[in-house]
């Protein structure tokens, strides 16, 4: 396996605030605590960390009950015990799609074990924790999945209905789960991995029992904690926090509001927009989530009901399982919980944690760091031979598939008429800058004008260039079919693989020794996205 690095900086859609944080620290020191390398402040930082010893052992007791309803692994278990004896977390998450998700849900899980090894050789013992986010209410986002195949991605999805909004943990499979699995047993092969997606994926499972037995399959020998964030004795415990989180909403919303103000300021965005009305918690009505609202004279309001402040804290007080926190709050109730040394997550994460840092300081007095997750395009013998024959490396493929077949087009001209263009290409360069040279002599002021008239001439010359390679593409259907496999399979409608393909795709064509390949990879000084080839 090889792999190349290629920056941030030249993957499209990469925001102003995720390649500060990676490569200007100092820019964006306002908003992190911590650099995004993790070895430059773990010892510092778990100095830093108070937990509650009860909560620990609360947690850990629920952590037990979770895991080995799930067939954890005995390193999954001693994990567990570690964390009951002191030992802090690495902590990612991800929403429970499908399959077990995109692949960049399996990078997430590898990372946290990288760090919380990392973190241990240093002396500080650390165990990775993966947070299901099972409260999230938006079933089209995980109720499908992508597999390259012959006609281009293919959709497995499945049609498992819910109420509406409500949180896609106590949605359940029927019956209709077992065409699904055999949809992507059919694309992908019979495999022994292939045969823990059917062991997983049964009726009667719900989308986060189903993740979370595939993910104790995947990462049993990887010693990967995983949480149920639905668990109502989590909420329980969270409880002091949900009052908080009312008994302060207007000082919370005042200092969100402000932070928004600042990162548009340093010319950044925001990820979540904030009113003067917001709240950080949801609650569950007639089996939705729905957002709760502040008003004025202490009054809020959920869905239609109006409430006053006292009767909603009495609410929360008896019944804490019937609320969940919002994006912002979400992962300080995380490390509420849990003793959190550092979580992992990608760019959008990176930019909430902008955002929730203002809450963790008010709620906890402690912002926790986030470190970027491992990111890769996986690169398998077919299409390196692809793009090594046509002389091609990823960001070739960045401008989309039509662009793609005309560069295609372009290397497969002959090669007398590839030489020709490069010809009157020297030459106009070599011409030009003959006039130039004399211009400047006569009238600097024409210098300019011959600049842009030869500017003119290359840009004519590659017009044209690009007309001949649409007429070569034309008259071959083969450049065509590259150009889409290679699209397909590397950047996807038109975004990094890892946030479309299905992880499972990847392990069970290459199989689970792919994980270890993929986890030595994986080096926490290298912020970079990760070309590997296969």
Known sequence: ????????????????????????????????????????????????????????????????????????????????????????????????????????????????????????????????????????????????????????????EVLTHGAEDAPVGTVKFGEEILAAVESAAGLLGDTPVTSALRESYRPGESFGSAFARLFAKLFGDWGVVLLDASDPELHRIAEPLYRATIERAAELDEALLSRGKELEAGGYHQQVKVTPSSTLLFA??????????????????????????????????????????????????????????????????????????????????????????????????????????????????FQGPEKLQEKLAESALPSELQANFDRAQAAVDSSMAAVRESLSQLDKTLVDAAENAAAKMRHQLESLRARAARAELRQSEVLGRHAAVLSNSLFPDKVLQEREIAGIYFVVRHGTELLRDLYDSIHTDCLDHQVISL
């Open 1 to 156: 396996m090889k792999s190349e690095c290629l920056p941030f900086s030249q993957i499209p859609h990469t925001t102003q605030l995720f390649g500060d944080y990676l490569y200007y620290p100092a820019k964006v020191h306002p908003f992190y605590p911590r650099s995004a390398y993790f070895a430059e402040w773990l010892k510092d930082e778990a100095a830093s960390v108070r937990y509650d010893q009860e909560r620990r052992v609360r947690i850990s007791a629920i952590l037990e009950r979770q895991n080995r309803s799930w067939g954890a692994s005995a390193a999954v278990m001693n994990n567990i015990e570690r964390l009951r004896a002191g030992a802090m977390a690495v902590v990612t998450g991800q929403q429970v799609g499908l399959f077990g998700g995109p692949v960049f849900s399996i990078y997430k899980a590898l990372t946290a074990v990288k760090l919380a090894e990392v973190a241990t050789q240093s002396g500080v013992e650390c165990v990775p924790i993966f947070w299901l986010a099972t409260e999230d209410h938006d079933l089209a986002e995980v109720n499908h999945t992508f597999v390259p195949g012959t006609d281009g991605l293919q959709k497995l």
């Open 284 to 397: 569950r009505q007639d089996g939705a989530r729905v957002a709760v609202h502040r008003r004025e004279n202490d009054q809020f309001v959920i869905g239609k009901e109006e409430i006053s402040r006292q009767e909603l804290l009495k609410r929360i007080g008896d019944t804490p399982e019937s609320f969940s926190p919002n994006v912002l709050l979400r992962p300080v109730v995380q490390d509420f919980l849990l003793p959190t040394l550092a979580y992992t997550g990608g760019s959008a994460e990176v930019a909430y944690f902008a955002q929730a840092a203002v809450v963790y300081e008010k709620l906890l007095g402690r912002v926790t760091p986030i470190v970027p997750r491992f990111s890769a395009t996986i690169v398998d013998s077919k299409m390196r031979g692809l793009l090594d024959r046509y002389e091609l490396g990823l960001p070739d493929l």
